[in-house]
Nanobody, 120 residues
Framework: QVQLVESGGGLVQAGGSLRLSCAASGRTFSRFTMGWFRQAPGKERQFVSAVTWSRNSLFYGDSVKGRFTVSKDNAKNTVYLQMNSLKPEDTAVYYC?????????????WGPGTQVTVSA
């Protein structure tokens, strides 16, 4: 059973930084793609970033390119999302997800989410 648990969310001022973590367990993740998504109140879920576990290929949504960086620690089975130059519009619940398919396709496993709030 795949389990994903996010941490690192919180309240930060605009221009600040946060680093989210996603601890993954329950499977061997070498064939997985790990993704980050976010959902703001009243809005649809939005793709943020993804990383393929084996090849370390990176993907970013247009709204976060140049500000967010995804990375992973194989030994810790943990994926990170470093978020810099945060804007109020980055406020959302951030979710970690995993898929054996395409990084821009459907994801099969989801964490409970962590709240990120950016004040103006």
């Amino acid at each position: 059973q795949v389990q994903l648990v996010e941490s690192g969310g919180g309240l930060v001022q605009a221009g600040g930084s946060l680093r989210l973590s996603c601890a993954a367990s329950g499977r061997t993740f070498s064939r997985f793609t790990m993704g980050w998504f976010r959902q703001a109140p009243g809005k649809e879920r939005q793709f943020v970033s993804a990383v393929t576990w084996s090849r370390n290929s990176l993907f970013y949504g247009d709204s976060v390119k140049g500000r967010f960086t995804v990375s992973k620690d194989n030994a810790k089975n943990t994926v990170y999302l470093q978020m810099n130059s945060l804007k109020p519009e980055d406020t959302a619940v951030y979710y970690c997800a995993a898929t054996l398919g395409s990084p821009v396709g459907e994801y099969d496993y989801w964490g409970p989410g962590t709240q990120v709030t950016v004040s103006a």
